[in-house]
T-cell receptor, first 112, second 114 residues
Framework: GENVEQHPSTLSVQEGDSAVIKCTYSDSASNYFPWYKQELGKGPQLIIDIRSNVGEKKDQRIAVTLNKTAKHFSLHITETQPEDSAVYFCAAWDTGRRALTFGSGTRLQVQP | DGGITQSPKYLFRKEGQNVTLSCEQNLNHDAMYWYRQDPGQGLRLIYYSQIVNDFQKGDIAEGYSVSREKKESFPLTVTSAQKNPTAFYLC?????????????FGDGTRLSIL
């Protein structure tokens, strides 16, 4: 089955700086990679996703890159703001059981 | 508004007791999922269902049971066999008919032991 590794587990940046979170996956057949943001006491919310036929996708201050050869993908947040502070999860679609496998999460703290 | 509703928000279990967590969705999604989240950790898949009257075990199914009698409902029972049930439980759904669709999550149920 799919295995997803996520780094770092915690990340602290100054407001306005960029933040990068990296994930690797094991199943070369995986073709869908979403990123979720989870605020305290809430369920994860989808913030961006990418499919395997695309190398990069942007949505305002958020971008995701995918390297299928190396089996890793990354989340980039530019011009960070205090409201970006949350836990971020990457995930990869397990084609065998048709469900997402999640990374262990990154706690991002943006210092004002 | 379309979405996923989990209830209750907080739940307490006594020793030897079974408890059932509710998950209802009005998104007309075929697939539904249950995840467990422990403090500072990721989401682990308990059970999932791609269609009514069918479900599969995830990575940590022991001590849990589910049913899928209706498309919009996927209740999770935490049985007395689950010796460490304290966790945050998340339900999700997605559109099965289209490959690789995003999962939408509810706001979770926090289960604690009395």
């Amino acid at each position: 089955g799919e295995n997803v590794e996520q780094h770092p587990s915690t990340l602290s940046v100054q407001e306005g700086d960029s933040a990068v979170i990296k994930c690797t996956y094991s199943d070369s057949a995986s073709n869908y990679f979403p990123w979720y943001k989870q605020e305290l006491g809430k369920g994860p919310q989808l913030i961006i996703d990418i499919r395997s036929n695309v190398g990069e996708k942007k949505d305002q201050r958020i971008a995701v890159t995918l390297n299928k050869t190396a089996k890793h993908f990354s989340l980039h947040i530019t011009e960070t703001q205090p409201e970006d502070s949350a836990v971020y999860f990457c995930a990869a679609w397990d084609t065998g059981r048709r469900a997402l496998t999640f990374g262990s999460g990154t706690r991002l703290q943006v210092q004002p | 508004d379309g979405g996923i509703t989990q209830s209750p928000k907080y739940l307490f279990r006594k020793e030897g007791q079974n408890v059932t967590l509710s998950c209802e969705q009005n998104l007309n999604h075929d697939a539904m999922y249950w995840y467990r989240q422990d403090p500072g950790q990721g989401l682990r898949l308990i059970y999932y269902s791609q269609i009514v009257n069918d479900f599969q075990k995830g990575d940590i199914a022991e001590g849990y049971s589910v049913s899928r009698e209706k498309k919009e409902s996927f209740p999770l029972t935490v049985t007395s066999a689950q010796k460490n049930p304290t966790a945050f439980y998340l339900c999700a759904s997605s559109d099965r008919d289209r490959n690789n669709q995003p999962q939408h999550f509810g706001d979770g149920t926090r289960l604690s032991i009395l």
